[in-house]
């Protein structure tokens, strides 16, 4: 929760008088600072454009309550006094930047460690699935390079001769590969 009151004057006579003491002056003038680069930050906001959050350190510190993951409400206090005019002309100004901006907050969950444990032992297990996947599939493909040189070897074209029909009939033995990464030979009867 940031709660932030940027209430006083911007103009250094209204706020300190007419002779103020330069420590407070330096404050004051280090205050109006960080207030600009907020209305800057909100009028690149306002725009649709990314603004230097890190010009100041009330930005650095307002990062997420500014267009970022929380919701912000901002109260803009004026005065109907013609004395004040100036002032509440830029604090109305700011305000309608300020509404243009728009946060898109969302729940931030906090898993407990048996949870996050929990998950690491679900992603391993899929790890572990799709690296046998992928093991089986070269192991295929091996198989498969390798009945083709075996093709070409032999002086096959690649199956373009058509087959001999015999009433004989044919006995062949197939042996499943033992291991995806070490496949077993293939019998010469089965092209």
């Known amino acids: ?17 007419r002779n103020p003491d330069p420590e407070r002056k ?4 280090a205050i109006n600072q960080s207030l600009s680069a907020l209305t800057t930050a909100v009028s690149y906001l306002s725009r649709g454009q990314k603004p230097g959050f890190r010009d100041s350190p009330l930005t650095h510190i307002l990062k997420d309550s500014l267009g970022g993951n929380s919701k912000t409400v901002m109260f803009v206090a004026c ?20 509404k243009k901006v728009k946060n898109r907050a969302k729940k931030n969950v906090n898993q407990s460690a048996e949870a996050l444990k929990k998950r690491i032992r679900e992603l391993e297990l899929q790890v572990a699935k799709l690296t046998a996947d992928l093991v089986e599939a070269r192991g295929k493909q091996k198989i498969f390079k390798r009945a083709m040189t075996r093709m070409k070897a032999d002086g096959s074209n690649g199956g373009m001769d058509q087959p001999k029909l015999t009433n004989e009939p044919r006995s062949a033995t197939l042996t499943a590969p033992v291991s995806p990464t070490k496949p077993g030979p293939i019998p010469k009867s089965m092209f």
């Open 26 to 29: 330096k404050e004051a003038i």
């Open 1 to 17: 929760l940031n709660f932030g009151d940027l209430a006083g004057s911007e103009d250094l006579t209204k706020a300190l008088g």
């Open 79 to 98: 005065s109907p006094h013609i004395y004040n005019r100036n002032e509440t002309i830029r604090a109305l100004r700011f305000a309608m930047a300020a």
